[in-house]
């Protein structure tokens, strides 16, 4: 026990103490926003903050035991395996809020009323924990929209009365265009004569898994191809899944095409 009464301060908190403190609770916050940034949240993760609560009131109390239970938290927190969690969805942010302006009530209290040492550490703890819950939902990174799969290009589909797209042809292919008027979830496309599954890109070769209003895409086609078939679903609403068809003469039987 002599071992953990060396490293707590007897007279108080001290300015150098307090930084360390501080350090650790920025660290903290950094590693929660690096977590949010990959979808992860905090979970056995949250003990760092009642670990940072008991470090700070051992030297004001003179507890050495206190000191070696906060930082049995940090440990925890910190190398836990499941100190952090994947996030279905961004967090909310109605509760860390809440802890922010708590804490920022009781820091005035205490500065009002001179409080005691457990009103300064509650104050401090609510605002880190509200702080880390802010950064963890502000930084969240939500999953890029992906295609539908392979059960849309086998599944039922409709076309609708009025076409989400349009197509035209140029000397390498075909410019697709929506023309819908919001943004459509591409799954995919094939040409009209072949049993395909490709992918839809921009005009650099970059697939594109969401066609926004008004933008455009590039099918490579060959000569004698007569048409395309391009699957996918309105990307604002839920709806079943839609085909968009057209036909044409091939360039290549362009001579030979017979009128009846």
């Known amino acids: 026990m002599g071992g953990w009464v060396d490293l707590v301060p007897a007279a108080g908190l001290t ?3 307090g930084l360390t403190l501080a350090l650790i609770a920025a660290y903290w916050l950094w590693r929660v926003a690096r977590e949010a ?8 993760a949250w003990w760092a903050v009642p670990g940072l609560a008991l470090l700070g009131l051992a030297p004001l109390w003179e507890v ?3 000191f070696g239970l906060g930082a049995a938290l940090l440990l925890l927190a910190e190398f836990w395996p499941g100190a952090f969690r994947p996030a279905r969805e961004r967090p909310g942010w109605a509760w860390p809020m809440v802890g922010v302006l708590g804490g920022l009530a009781l820091l005035g209290l205490v500065a009002a009323q001179r409080g005691s040492e457990v009103a300064l550490a509650a104050a401090l703890a609510s605002l880190l924990a509200g702080l880390g819950g802010l950064s963890a939902w502000a930084l969240y990174r939500a999953r890029p929209a992906r295609p539908p799969g392979l059960e849309v290009r086998f ?17 390498q292919g075909a410019r697709l265009v929506n023309v819908s008027g919001g943004p459509l979830r591409l799954a995919g496309w094939s040409p009209s004569g072949s049993n ?4 839809v890109r921009d005009e650099g070769g970059a697939p594109l898994n969401v066609l926004a ?14 048409g395309v078939r391009v699957w996918y ?8 899944a839609r085909l968009f068809r057209a036909d044409w003469t091939p360039q290549a039987y362009a001579d030979s095409r017979v009128l009846n």
């Open 196 to 199: 395909a599954w490709l992918r």
């Open 15 to 17: 300015p150098l103490y």
């Open 37 to 44: 940034r990959a979808r992860w949240e905090p979970r056995v």
């Open 233 to 240: 679903l309105p990307a604002r609403r839920r709806s079943e």
């Open 64 to 66: 050495p035991a206190l």
């Open 213 to 226: 209003a008004g933008q455009s895409a590039f099918l490579p086609l060959g000569a004698r191809e007569g």
């Open 155 to 171: 599944g039922q589909v409709r076309q609708p009365e009025w076409p989400d797209l349009s197509v035209t042809l140029t000397g």
